[in-house]
C-alpha cells in the first residue's frame, strides 16, 4: 500500500540550477508533510517540513510546496551544490499519528 | 550537536537465531520509533514507543519483535527467530514529543546511522 510516491527514482541537475522532486500521496489525511535527506551509510536527515494549513515554507536554499487538491508536494532546491547530491525521501503523517510514511525516494546528482 | 547512535553498524547473523539491535536517542527525547528499509525499497515505519510502552506498530511488527528501554539510555529492538526476509537497514529514531502536542519543531524525527542487518 504505497500511501507516499515519488515517481523518480534519480534525477541529475547542474551545479547553480534549481532541482525539483516531486512526491504525491494518495491519503487526504495526511496533513503533515517532510523531506529528509540521506546520504549513503548513513540515517534519513530531517530538511524541511510544511503543515497542510500552509502551501509554502522556505528554508534558506530549500522551498517546499504543498498542492492539496492534487496531493502533490515538491521540494524546490535553488541553487543546486554538488554536495546536496543524496537520495531524498519524502515523508507523511496524520494529526494524530505518530509514524511517517516514507516514499522511496530520489536520488539527487548535482553535477559540478 | 546530539545524535542518535546505533550498534553494531553491521550484523550478520544465520536464519531463526535473535538478535537485539541498540539505539542510544537523543538523551532528552522522549518518543522512540524504529524503521527499516529493504535494500532498494522505500523506509517502513516499525514501532513507535512512549513511557515505557509501545504506542503504534505497523502489520510488519508481528510476535517475532518486541523492543525494550531496559535502562535510561538504551532502547532496543529484539527478532526472536530471524527470517531471510528480515534482512534490512533497521533505522531508530528518537522526537522530543509527538507531533500533535507541540510545535512542528520539537517533533522532528532525527535518525540514527542504522544498523544493516544481513540474515543467511
Known amino acids: 500500500d504505497q500511501q507516499v510516491k515519488q515517481n523518480s527514482p534519480s534525477l541529475s541537475v547542474q551545479e547553480g540550477r534549481i532541482s525539483i522532486l516531486n512526491c504525491d500521496y494518495t491519503?487526504?489525511?495526511?496533513?503533515?508533510f517532510l523531506w529528509y535527506k540521506k546520504y549513503p551509510a548513513e540515517g534519513p536527515t530531517f530538511l524541511i517540513s510544511i503543515s497542510s494549513i500552509k502551501d509554502k515554507n522556505e528554508d534558506g536554499r530549500f522551498t517546499v510546496f504543498l498542492n492539496k487538491s492534487a496531493k502533490h508536494l515538491s521540494l524546490h532546491i535553488v541553487p543546486s551544490q554538488p554536495g546536496d547530491s543524496a537520495v531524498y525521501f519524502c515523508?507523511?503523517?496524520?494529526?494524530?499519528?505518530?509514524?511517517?510514511?516514507f516514499g522511496t525516494g530520489t536520488s539527487l546528482t548535482v553535477i559540478p | 550537536e546530539p545524535e542518535v547512535t546505533q550498534t553494531p553498524s553491521h550484523q550478520v547473523t544465520q536464519m531463526g537465531q535473535e538478535v537485539i539491535l541498540r539505539c542510544v536517542p537523543i538523551?532528552?527525547?522522549?518518543?522512540f520509533y524504529w524503521y527499516r528499509q529493504i535494500l532498494g525499497q522505500k523506509v517502513e515505519f516499525l514501532v513507535s514507543?512512549?513511557?515505557?510502552?509501545?504506542?503504534?506498530k505497523s502489520e510488519i511488527f508481528d510476535d517475532q519483535f518486541s523492543v525494550e528501554r531496559p535502562d535510561g539510555s538504551n532502547f532496543t529492538l529484539k527478532i526472536r527467530s530471524t527470517k531471510l526476509e528480515d534482512s534490512a537497514m533497521y533505522f531508530c529514531?528518537?522526537?522530543?514529543?509527538?507531533?500533535?502536542?507541540?510545535?512542528?519543531?520539537?517533533?522532528?524525527?532525527?535518525f540514527g546511522p542504522g544498523t544493516r542487518l544481513t540474515v543467511l
Open positions: 538523551s532528552n527525547h522522549l518518543y
Open positions: 515523508a507523511a503523517d496524520t494529526t494524530m499519528g505518530n509514524q511517517f510514511y
Open positions: 529514531a528518537s522526537s522530543e514529543r509527538p507531533r500533535y502536542a507541540s510545535t512542528f519543531r520539537t517533533d522532528t524525527q532525527y
Open positions: 514507543f512512549y513511557n515505557n510502552e509501545i504506542s503504534e
Open positions: 491519503n487526504s489525511m495526511f496533513d503533515y
